[in-house]
């Protein structure tokens, strides 16, 4: 018994070359899709890699080479709060710590002074606030090693005044107001 031909298999019959041209594209089509998917899952992955990359450069943790037996990750070493005894020394600590990271920059202290008695002093947190004197290139020297180094201190307030244009200030060194502070762990 024969049954009776569709359409589709007339125009089969009919075009032969054109089923061939259309059968072409649609593995054409099938390929460039296949090509399309497997060219993003690359893309992603090397996106993935890189904020794997900035994130281990952001949390101050770039891990040691795989050919390196130390298998621990490089980072900043030291508490990260404040230690001390009491407030007042763990304070002093925080204004060591400030005034070193300024005069390491090249910096000259005017004033400065430990804030034990604040509105975030209740939780736990002391401040040291300092005026003084700073080449424009060292600030971001001074502020990446307050915030990135232990333990973890807080820029609260920056408040730069560009050198003055007179002969006075022939070095062109800035004045700056700088607040930072940092949580205390408490007594032990």
């Known amino acids: 018994m024969m049954s009776k031909p569709n359409a589709m298999q007339l125009m089969i019959v009919r075009f032969p070359k054109g089923a061939a041209v259309a059968y072409a594209a649609f593995v054409l089509m099938l390929i ?5 998917a497997i060219a993003d899952i690359l893309d992603r992955r090397a996106d993935l890699a890189a904020a794997r990359e900035i994130l281990e450069q952001l949390d101050g943790r770039r891990l ?32 060591q710590r400030v005034t070193g990271a300024l ?18 002093s209740k939780v736990g947190f002391v401040g040291v ?26 820029v609260d307030q920056l408040v730069v005044q560009a050198p ?3 002969g006075n200030n022939p070095e062109g060194r800035m004045r700056m107001f700088l607040a930072v502070s940092g949580q205390w762990q408490g007594a032990k």
């Open 32 to 36: 460039s899709g296949t090509w399309s």
């Open 64 to 95: 040691l080479p795989r050919n390196n037996d130390n298998t621990e990750n490089v980072g900043p070493s030291g508490a990260p709060l404040l230690e001390g005894p009491t407030i007042t020394v763990a304070g002093a600590s925080l204004l």
């Open 103 to 120: 005069t390491k920059a090249g910096g000259n202290i005017l004033s400065s002074q430990i804030e034990l008695q604040g509105v975030r």
């Open 129 to 154: 606030i300092t005026n003084c004197e700073l080449d424009q290139s060292s600030l971001q020297k001074v502020l990446y090693d307050l915030e990135a180094g232990f333990p973890f201190l807080f």
């Open 164 to 166: 003055p244009a007179s």
